[in-house]
């Protein structure tokens, strides 16, 4: 079994943009709680900067 690219990262966290299927998600973000590990994935720099300020 090959190792398919998550849903979430299909998407852009803050605007919901579609991305390409082909690419790699121009900005990943990795965040680390204490016990949980996430990954966003966003079209461009402005959207994860609103993501971060958002939060
Ligand atoms: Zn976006």
Same mark, same amino acid.
């Given at each position: 079994?090959?190792?398919?690219? #998550?849903?979430?990262? =299909?998407y $852009?966290?803050? $605007?919901?943009?579609?991305?390409?299927?082909?690419?790699? #998600? #121009?900005? !990943?973000?990795? !965040?680390?709680?204490?016990?949980?590990?996430?990954?966003?994935?966003? *079209?461009?720099?402005? *959207?994860?900067?609103?993501? =971060?300020?958002?939060?």
């Amino acid at each position: 079994m090959t190792s398919e690219r #998550p849903e979430f990262w =299909n998407y $852009c966290a803050h $605007c919901g943009a579609e991305l390409g299927l082909d690419d790699w #998600p #121009p900005v !990943v973000e990795l !965040v680390h709680d204490i016990d949980d590990h996430s990954i966003y994935s966003f *079209c461009d720099d402005g *959207c994860k900067a609103a993501w =971060n300020r958002s939060e």
